[in-house]
């Protein structure tokens, strides 16, 4: 499915910090930051652990040379990322989703490719009009785009765009210019983006990670943009793409007989009828209960939540194989007791991508 890449993958170079917080600004901000996703469950500290930690022990590490002034702009900027997640979610998620950010494009006659309306793989949509319109939908959720041009010579094109965001009545605007390669071969549109630069700070990027967007007209279910994605042939330049799981999976979920007020109940057995081998050492499990906190579940049988697994005869020990599953316990908790049905929700997770996510009732 891939075409080779004839780069050496010993010059494909990690992105720095600033790389991240602009890539961050500009194309993850559509599908919320992992920190929002953390202060929306009610844990703001941890979110700003997560946000203002990590990059300072990159920052603090022995091989930085970076002044101490340098050091606490890109923490402001940091800070003022994580204010951002914490506060302004609530007025993205009250914007009408019929709404749309918009700008304007222009490009040579290659360009025309563009052409159409490309959903992404968080399910936005970004129409390029014949007319030169350029239109985001829903809306960038943590900023208000005041200024959007997009100017193609294919394949490459220069994006350029102004933000502002308004925190504690004090008005912060962010300009940042893209470049990226592009190619649409079949209904995928692929972007690789190669340089990223903010108020005069610029990074370029070598690492193969591309975005996207698949024809509107061929998202019919949940599940068609990976399987479009994972049906075309990508261009030599995108090693990973944001968002795609590689294969499909088919799950079967059932609930599990009653559960006492004691002891560890089994709750729900997941099986995969259908998709790729999963290696055991990389899956995370995550259940919630009646829309309660989430609880990771271990690979135990601890009296916190944790899962067994069952495996077909002969098969790998070490991967999840079709016809093979597990089965979930809550542990001691008792917060599933057999009084009253309660809603499981189930979320797995192999190498950092969701593969699964569904609910089943406990009766």
């Not at 009610?42 to 930085?64: K, W």
Request: glycine letters at 8%.
């Amino acid at each position: 499915m891939f075409e080779e890449d004839d780069d050496d993958e010993d010059e494909k170079k990690p992105r720095s910090l600033i790389a991240e917080l602009l890539k961050l600004i500009l194309f993850d901000i559509p599908t919320g930051l992992f920190a929002t996703e953390v202060i929306k469950q009610g844990s703001i500290e941890t979110g700003i652990m997560i946000m203002l930690g990590v990059p300072l022990i990159h920052l603090m590490g022995p091989n930085n040379s970076k002044s101490m002034r340098t050091m606490i702009q890109v923490m402001f900027t940091l800070w003022v990322l994580v204010i951002l997640a914490g506060i302004l979610y609530v007025w993205a998620d009250s914007l009408a989703q019929g709404a749309a950010d918009e700008g304007t494009w222009e490009g040579d006659a290659g360009s025309s490719q563009l052409i159409g309306s490309w959903v992404a793989d968080d399910g936005s949509t970004t129409t390029y009009d014949s007319d030169g319109r350029l239109t985001h939908t829903p809306p960038f959720s943590d900023v208000e785009v005041t200024s959007w041009r997009i100017q193609c010579e294919w394949p490459q094109c220069t994006e350029q765009m102004t933000m502002q965001m308004i925190i504690e009545q004090e008005q912060y605007i962010i300009t940042a210019t893209a470049i990226y390669n592009n190619a649409v071969i079949g209904d995928v549109l692929f972007h690789e983006i190669t340089s990223l630069q903010i108020d005069g700070s610029q990074e370029e990027i070598t690492d193969g990670e591309c975005i996207a967007g698949v024809r509107a007209n061929r998202i019919t279910s949940d599940s068609s943009w990976n399987d479009v994605v994972d049906s075309t042939d990508w261009p030599s330049f995108c090693d990973t793409i944001k968002g795609y799981t590689q294969g499909t999976f088919v799950w079967s979920a059932t609930d599990l007989p009653a559960a006492t007020s004691e002891g560890i109940d089994d709750l729900v057995r997941v099986q995969m009828d259908d998709g790729n081998s999963l290696n055991w050492a990389v899956l995370k499990v995550t259940i919630t209960i009646n829309g309660g906190t989430p609880m990771s579940c271990a690979a135990d049988n601890s009296t916190a939540c944790s899962y067994s697994y069952y495996q077909n005869s002969g098969g790998n020990d070490a991967e999840w194989e079709t016809g093979e599953g597990i089965v979930i316990s809550e542990g001691d908790a008792g917060d599933c007791d057999g009084t009253d049905n309660c809603n499981v929700g189930v979320t797995l997770v192999s190498d950092d991508v969701t593969i699964g996510n569904f609910v089943v009732t406990v009766s």
